[in-house]
């Protein structure tokens, strides 16, 4: 665990250091103001699935998106003021094939500061292990910002991202950037819509624009029932690299 624990420091120190993308889209969501309470647990169940495949591959060896259902369990728990954790198991279905697997799995702790105001703030830390059909690193970190503000019925959220490879046999020791922006408004008490983007800008010292980026947008619709909360979202990739498109479904509810 040690060598492990050093490359992570090492990866979030260097930032300056230009990575493939290394975030498989088994979790398509914005993170806002969601944490769980000191000693509430939680579960969400993220399940997406990709109707077409892009023409080209992020690296050698992955697995094309197209035609896969995903379904990632997320279990979490209030640790602490502010404070909440979270393990994920994603699992993957080829629907061409039948072909069924498990990528490994990711943890995560959440860092959530939400004032008076509205206006919320934060981190999330997450490591992971992954086989190298899911990633062109089998440990790899990303750090992500959290910051937004709620206004009467209007939500506003954006997440800027860094990823970074941390296991020894990697190709590259390149970081990557992310921005993510969501914007919803509430109905009423049950039904919130909205839009999402997702921005892939590549290494961060040579970030990517235009039609080398991938750009992907989400009409989102978002319903509490019975005690759950859905999110649903029907997506639209932009440029080559982005998947065409991708219906996805977040189902939340807590343990009682």
Known sequence: MKPLCQRLLLALAALAMPSTALTAPDEIQVYTDDLDEPGERGMELHSNFVRDRVRTREYAGAQPSGRMFRLTPEFSFGVAKNWDAGFYLPLKLDTATGTSFVDGFKGRIKYLVKEDSGFF???????AWGPLRASPSRWHTELRNIVGQRSGPWLVAVNPI???PLSASATSARVEFDLDLKVTRDLDERFTVGLEHYAGLGPIRSLRTG??????????????????DLHLGLGHGWTESADKRVLKLIASVPFQ
């Open 121 to 127: 703030y934060g981190s999330n830390l997450e490591i």
């Open 162 to 164: 860094f990823g970074a």
């Open 211 to 228: 039609s080398e980026s991938t750009q992907s947008s989400y009409a989102v619709l978002e319903v509490k029932f019975a005690g759950w």
